[in-house]
């Protein structure tokens, strides 16, 4: 399997600065989202040293870094491991220097190994699937008011008008025992990834998400279309959206890349 | 004597006698409430007093200071009245209740604002305050018809699907199979599968044209396969 992606970000239309921060690379099949978070203009420190360390990583020799978890496969711990750089990468920044005390990010990213997908988040930011015309979120937010549904104290309905809404239960560069969630998952031909930061899905349900992707002629509208949408309704945060496309590989493109080898 | 009760969640942690004209409230040590939590700010807020009129003055803290949910920095507050400090909350009882509300409120919730984030220390505090924390269920099928590859497949993926598609978690053969012949989806909540676009499936002998949520020993007919739904608890 091979992933064709793009990605836009967006200010959006209440904040000053823009602290999300993303990263696509079909080669080796990553994507990245990041939601920075802390004063004057650490957040956006933050995500982008997050974003950076995991790009590296995976440009690197990719060892093992952190905890290896056996209930995963080799390819989600490389994940999981580049993750553990980059929280160590912005914890050490934010200890350095006294303006960037207390920085952090959300990160949510997935990496494609052949027909297996790596999923790893910490945080609020999403992944979703859609799978034959229907989307399924595959990230869980660590968040509190989703704890406190998860453990019965409230409802979902009081936590939509929770005050606690955004406030973390994990992030990244908070704390050295930071650990991601991590999951797999087999993709099929012609999936579609969604990747987004809150700045998207609080303000749009899942399944207006779904019909603009389905009924947008191409993924790079399709961004546009749903930064559109959170923007007509208000824009209160910074709006991130990566979308990748699943495809198998057919032998054809081995030959037509064997070509071009030849042709430089 | 006006009081406050300082609470995490519905927990009690200390109740506060308003004798002083000042109370001040934070983090550190120094204040009369300390609330030791990164969501507060050092110096957060102060309570002055006067009888049974008592005021809350937000100072400038981080997260801010909320009234009855609403953002709040310097206001009036009533017997009844609740302060939301980070995430513990401030009760105040006294004899002064609030008269019929004037204004409606039209002030954001706080839920677009500045992202923050608190220690897990506190997390596992407010979170295991009711010890509900379910595992996420693990089934899968027990195939009682058909050919297949195993007699019983685990579903461990948060979507997986039954059909002729490479990475189908139950693969069909035949040439005249589906390519996705139902979806599986795997919540918290439990499983629920969906037959694709305008096909059909059968369980318990029912046709199911949408959604529908599984439960332990429900048959499942699909595509030439009998299959068993079980979960394990």
Redesign the interface.
Known sequence: MQITATGKTDLGL?RSNNEDNFYLDEKTGLLLVA?G?G?HASGETASKLAVTVMRDYFHGPQIQFGKYNYSYSEATNRLNSAINFANLAVLEAARESPQLRGM?TTIVAVHLNG?KLSIAHIG?SRAY?I????I?Q?T?DHT?VN??I????ITAKEAA???????????LG??E?TEAEL???????DDILLLCS?GLN?MIRDEAMLDIILSSPHHDAACASLINAANEL?G??NITVVIGHIK?KKWHFALFKLMEAFRR | MAKVLLKYKEAVVREFILEKETTTIGRKPENDIVIDNQAVSGHHALLKTDGDHIVVEDLNSLNGTYINGHKASRTEVFNGDVILIGVHTLSVSSNKNKEAEKKTFAVRGRSMDETMIISPDDKKKIISASDKDKPEPLGGFLVLEGSTDQKQYEFNEKVSAIGKEEGCAIMLKGLFAPKLAALVNRRKEGYFITPPGSKQLKINGKVIDRRYDLKDGDIVEVAHLKLQFYVNE
């Open positions: 209440v939601d978070m004063g952090g027909n609020d699937l799978r034959a015309g229907s399924e595959l869980h509190l704890e406190q998860k453990s019965e104290m008008q929770s005050a606690m809404k955004n406030i973390l239960t994990k992030a908070i704390s025992d999951d797999e998952l087999t993709v099929f031909n809150d609080n208000g209160w945060d198998k």
